[in-house]
C-alpha cells in the first residue's frame, strides 16, 4: 500500500478539534456540550453584510482578481486607517482566510528549513502551517505567572541562528488574551533590523482591547517598512468566521509580487465571501461597539468566576476573547477527555430538553512546542453568552471535584 508523505505524519493535530470525536459521542447521548474549545463567537454577523448575502444580483458567480476585489481593498484602505495603519489598496492582499495570509507569507519569504521565532503559547496552527512550509520553529517561552508578557529581548536573541529570517507575534494574543503594547513592540525592532528579519505580525483581534492602551500596528514602525507582514482576517471582528475572507498587507514590492505568484496559482479568494465582506466595514459601527461590550462583559464574569475555583488561575486577558487557564490536574488533555466521556451536570431547575451539560476545553500543550510546559493548562474561549458561561463554570468546578477524587 502507498505511504503517505513525511509531511502528513509529522503534521499535528489540532488541539482545538482533536477532541471533537468525543463531543460528537457527548451529543448523541443528549448532552449538550459548551464549546470554550474553539473561537467561534456566538454574535450575529453583521444584518447589513447578511442583507448583502441574500441580495447578490450576478449571474455568474465569476473568478475575482487573485488578490481580491479592488472595491474591497479600497474599503479595507479606509478601514485601517483608522488605527493610523496607512496603506493603498495595492498593499493589501485578500486571501483564503488568514490562515492562508500566514501559509503564503511562509512561503514567500522562508525556504523549507529557515527558522522562525515565535512566543509559546502561540496559536496552535501556527506549528501546522510551518509544517506544511517546511519552516523550522523555535520558540520563546513566555509565563502564565507575569501574564504572558513579551519575553525578554534578550531570550529572543539567544533563539537566533544563521538560519533565523522571522519573527512572528500575535496581537492581541491568541491564545493568551495579552496585548503588547508599543513598547515591546519596538524593543523587537532593534532584533529585527539587527539580523534583517522579517516581522510577521498576526493583528486579527486589534477590534478587542479592553485595558484601554491604544492598538499598536506594527506597520506603524517606520523603520521596518520593508521587514513587517500583518495577517489580517474579518472572521472575528464580524463573526463570519465562515467566509474564509482574511488579508496580507506589506508595504513589501517584493514581498507582494511573490505572494501574487501564490494566490494566482490557487486562483482567487471566495467571491461570495468577498461581497459580504465589503458590505461588513462601512455603516456597522454600532454593531462592533455592541460585539466589543458584550465580550469585554463576558471577559470580566468569565475570569472572575474562573479565579473563584479552587486551584484554577487565569490572568487577566487584555484582548481578543480567549485565556489560557492553569488547572490543578496532573494531565489537562487526559481531563478534557474526561470531560467529554465520563462527565456531565444537570443544573437544579434546568428545564432544557438537554439531559445534562458538559464543557470542552482545548488542551494548551498543543500551544508550546515544549507540551510538558502546558500539561496542567488549557485554553477557554469566552464566546458563549453569559448564561452559557455560568453553566460552564459550575460544570467545571463539579467536574475538578470529581475527577480529583477518583
Not at 371 to 397: F, H, N, P, T, W
Amino acid at each position: 500500500m502507498p505511504t503517505i508523505s513525511q509531511r502528513g505524519i509529522n503534521m499535528p493535530a489540532s488541539p482545538i478539534r482533536k477532541l471533537s470525536p468525543l463531543a460528537d459521542d457527548a451529543k448523541n447521548k443528549n448532552i449538550k456540550v459548551l464549546h470554550l474549545n474553539i473561537g467561534q463567537p456566538d454574535l450575529p454577523s453583521p444584518q447589513k453584510a447578511l442583507n448583502a448575502l441574500k441580495h447578490i444580483n450576478r449571474t455568474t458567480l465569476e473568478y475575482s482578481p487573485s488578490q481580491g476585489f479592488k472595491s474591497l481593498r479600497d474599503k479595507l484602505v479606509s478601514y485601517y486607517s483608522k488605527y493610523n495603519i496607512e496603506l493603498s489598496s495595492d498593499e493589501i492582499m485578500v486571501t483564503c482566510g488568514g490562515s492562508e495570509a500566514l501559509l503564503l507569507a511562509f512561503l514567500s519569504c522562508l525556504n523549507p528549513g529557515d527558522e522562525i521565532i515565535m512566543t509559546e503559547p502561540s496559536y496552535a496552527n501556527y506549528l501546522g502551517i510551518a509544517q506544511a512550509a517546511g519552516v523550522v520553529v523555535k520558540t520563546v517561552t513566555s509565563t502564565i505567572e507575569n501574564s504572558f508578557a513579551l519575553p525578554s529581548i534578550t531570550e529572543f536573541e539567544k533563539a537566533v541562528t544563521h538560519k533565523t529570517k522571522a519573527i512572528l507575534i500575535c496581537n492581541p494574543n491568541n491564545p493568551t488574551g495579552y496585548v503588547y503594547s508599543k513598547e515591546e513592540l519596538l524593543q523587537l525592532k532593534d532584533i529585527v533590523l539587527k539580523h534583517d528579519l522579517y516581522l510577521i505580525a498576526d493583528e486579527v483581534y486589534r477590534e478587542f482591547i479592553y485595558n484601554g492602551v491604544e492598538f499598536f500596528s506594527a506597520l506603524r514602525i517606520d523603520s521596518l517598512r520593508d521587514n513587517v507582514i500583518v495577517v489580517d482576517s474579518v472572521s472575528k471582528r464580524y463573526s463570519e468566521c465562515g467566509i474564509r475572507i482574511g488579508m496580507l498587507l506589506t508595504h513589501n514590492a517584493d514581498v507582494r509580487n511573490a505572494v501574487l505568484k501564490f494566490e494566482q496559482s490557487r486562483l482567487s479568494p471566495p467571491l461570495l465571501g468577498q461581497l459580504v465582506a465589503e458590505a461588513s466595514i462601512e455603516g456597522t459601527e454600532d454593531y462592533s461597539k455592541q460585539c466589543y461590550d458584550e465580550y469585554k462583559a463576558r471577559r470580566d464574569f468569565f475570569i472572575s468566576g474562573l479565579n473563584k475555583i479552587e486551584g484554577v488561575y487565569s490572568p487577566m486577558p487584555q484582548g481578543a476573547f480567549y485565556t489560557v487557564v492553569s488547572l490543578p490536574v496532573d494531565d489537562a488533555e487526559a481531563f478534557c477527555r474526561w470531560c467529554l466521556s465520563s462527565f456531565s451536570y444537570k443544573p437544579e431547575g434546568d428545564k432544557s430538553k438537554y439531559d445534562g451539560y458538559t464543557v470542552m476545553f482545548a488542551p494548551a500543550s498543543g500551544f508550546y512546542e515544549n507540551r510538558e510546559i502546558g500539561k496542567k493548562q488549557v485554553r477557554m474561549a469566552y464566546v458563549l453568552c453569559q448564561e452559557d458561561l455560568k453553566i460552564a463554570l459550575e460544570c467545571l468546578e463539579l467536574a475538578l471535584k470529581q475527577y480529583n477524587s477518583k
